[in-house]
């Protein structure tokens, strides 16, 4: 069974124990034959694989109403499987997701590190700095690189804790974040195991 | 007696109860024949004040080994003055400074509005929103606009509260930000009011 999720930028494509990713621009996804249940946020690869029958679109197996009508597809189907957590999906954007009891509170929208990064440097070069994942955020600091830092991590890592829920990080920066939330689970297929929840209720698979 | 704070947009002039700008690039120094005290983020302006025997640096007159090598003079100066306070200059970076029992404790840098609107908007125009500085912070956002704006101030409020200091906001866009901090003393002054003290210690004035 092959399923894909598709961001901005890349076709991510799991089967089983099998992962690979595809660039968004250039794949061409009339090279699969075989069934593909995928979900989308990339407006141009939908429109693409409207034409092709073996793509099946899980977005209209999803129930939105319990969501808000922007929150994107991944979003969602990433927190199919959740009851009590703190979703983070540190990726270009950090969205963060709070599931309690079952039931969707809310989230917010964060820069990811790249764009943060980016953002300083555009204000000032004496802004450009990488931010140091291990700096201690215990005390504020004393010199420009630990300033931006801080700024970045300090005020974020509190927020999500306050949340006193589990925290559950995936998307292509967990890995850095996993450093100021040493307790969290890292989850890489997250939205998989979410999209073969949906299949599974929908009598799909 | 004319005091001027020097950033990377404008020449900030005061002269008693008067106050005025002109933009850094196109504004020509030599136009003032007067006595005129000057701090500078601006190093090009700076190299072209040197010549000039009328602009006074006060950078010279001011004790740096209580803050720290990069930090702006600016932030330094606004400090001058304050024994307990979380001092918030809100311009196109945002420099939080924490004083209490009149010690710097630390600051940090946070990206400003615009900032910050163009860093969300850089990762997607899905997420091209003006922040909504009344937005309800007490729960997480069910929708793009919200979710965008308790990203950006959410977090930033929460740190600054647990300061527990009284909080000073200066800077262009001060006003939007006394929005979330009702109690904050807003201070347009505050760093003429540091310049004048470093000038008396130093017999200047």
Partial sequence: MLLCDIGNTSYHFNEGTKDFKEFADSFEPQTIKQPTY????NQNVKEKLNDLDNWIDLETFVEREDYYATMGI???VALATITDAVVIDAGSAITV????????????????????QECYRNISN?????????VDLGKMAKNSPDAISYG??????????SKNLPIILTGGDASEFKKLFPDARLDQELIFTGMKK????????
């Fill in 38 to 41: 995928y979900i989308s946020v």
């Fill in 198 to 205: 949906i299949m599974k209720k929908a009598g799909l698979c």
């Fill in 126 to 134: 004496a802004l450009d700095y990488s931010f140091n994942f291990e």
């Fill in 152 to 161: 970045y991590l300090k005020p974020f890592v509190d927020e999500i804790k």
């Fill in 97 to 116: 997701d709070v599931v309690r009891n079952g039931v969707f509170e809310g989230g917010f929208i964060y820069p990811g590190i790249k764009a943060m």
């Fill in 74 to 76: 991944d979003r969602i």
